[in-house]
């Protein structure tokens, strides 16, 4: 076991003033404790910041949600405030995790959770995010959870995060506090691809606290959706995920649109080019098409040898996200916020979803 020192604050003044180098702080504890455990995360001294007055979740007078950093996944998901102005985070949540992770997991917390690749834990081979220069095994070996976009050969590993790619949806701001002072991060440069430092997850400065998140106003309430392909129906990480959103005019057509993958990529991967060819247009599958085909043009599987049906490594997640945009770009449309099963299925119509997808 890894020695460490254990303090606990009651103000984010003294939190803020009792990181050092080594400090990681703790608050819900469902990734950093299961990282010590494995040896993979090995602080020199943790911070619980468990009791910090950041649990509030509110409305600002310019509309924005401000959710505080202590809040429970569970607690943000149930607020009328979220059920209300952005049901998309409410429906990422609740597609996340278990009833009893949620209740203990929080907001800011979920941003900061780590990668899921198992070569990751497994202290046995090498791992460019635990030691960098050491080596990629993933991305010549077991790929089918990893990236298809922003990848590099030295590291594949995707974001876990459900809430992260309402969040980026959403246009999400992140507001963090050092001994230095506030800053305010917008959520697409809050996560990092990993470059030629794949150990670094975000663009948190050392010493620098997470206080709430802002949600602005939006439009996107009545029509949007989280839609998660995983392998089971609870308690799994996305192999591609899907968040949707639309403002539709008076005349059906795409006044605004939003569209953030999930699974795919080292942070929630959004791309602006192709939301804007939604804008203008009337929601139709073959638009949807063309739209998935731009957000995966310079998709790459990576991984080894060819699985049975001939695709090699995880080359089927290019296929699986084009189709999940397509379904989820149809439900958002049509009002459906999330993946409910088959009721969801045959409301939009499985005609509807696959027609203009080989």
């Known amino acids: 076991m890894n020695p460490f020192t254990y303090s606990r604050v009651t103000g984010v003044d003294d939190a803020v003033q009792a990181a050092r180098a080594g400090t990681h702080f703790l608050a819900g504890g469902t990734n950093l404790i299961d ?22 979740i509110t409305q600002a007078d310019d509309g924005s949600l401000m959710l505080g950093a202590l809040a429970s996944n569970a607690r943000t998901a149930g607020h009328p405030l979220v059920r209300e102005h952005a049901p998309l985070l409410r429906s990422a949540i609740l597609a996340g995790a278990s009833p009893q ?24 081979v090498p791992c460019n995010k635990r030691q960098p220069g050491s080596g990629c095994p993933a991305s010549t070996g077991l790929a089918r959870q990893h990236a298809i976009l922003g990848a590099t ?14 969040l980026a949806a959403l246009d999400a701001r992140v507001h963090v506090r050092s001994a230095s002072g506030e800053r305010v991060i917008p959520f697409g440069d809050f996560h990092r691809l990993p470059g030629d430092r794949p150990d670094l997850d975000t663009t948190l400065q050392p010493g620098e606290l997470i206080t709430h998140l802002r949600v602005p106003a939006n439009r996107f309430a009545r029509h949007c959706t989280y839609l998660k392909v995983r392998d089971r129906a609870s308690y799994a990480f996305a192999l591609v995920s899907v968040a949707a959103a639309l403002a539709l005019e008076s005349d059906g057509s795409v006044a605004d649109a939003r569209l953030v993958l999930g699974g795919v990529a080292h942070k929630p991967w959004r791309n602006v080019a192709a939301e804007r060819l939604l804008v203008g247009e009337r929601p139709t599958p073959a638009l949807f098409l063309a739209v998935a085909r731009s957000v995966l043009e ?5 991984g080894g040898p060819a699985m049975p049906e001939g695709l090699p490594g995880n080359a089927f997640k290019i296929v699986l996200a084009e189709r999940a945009i397509v379904r989820a770009l149809g439900m958002a449309a049509a009002g459906i916020p999330t993946n409910t099963g088959e009721d969801a299925f045959r409301a939009m119509g499985h005609a509807a979803a696959t027609e203009a997808t080989p």
Not at 111 to 122: N, S, V
């Open 35 to 56: 990282l010590m455990k494995e040896g993979v995360a090995t602080p020199a001294s943790l911070v619980d910041i468990g009791r910090l007055p950041l649990k509030e």
């Open 101 to 124: 992770i949620r209740n203990r997991a929080t907001n800011g917390g979920n941003l900061l959770q780590r990668t899921r690749c198992l070569y990751f834990y497994d202290l046995g």
């Open 153 to 166: 050969a030295d590291c594949i590993a995707t974001h876990p995060s459900d809430f992260c790619v309402g």
């Open 298 to 302: 310079e998709a790459r599987a990576w």
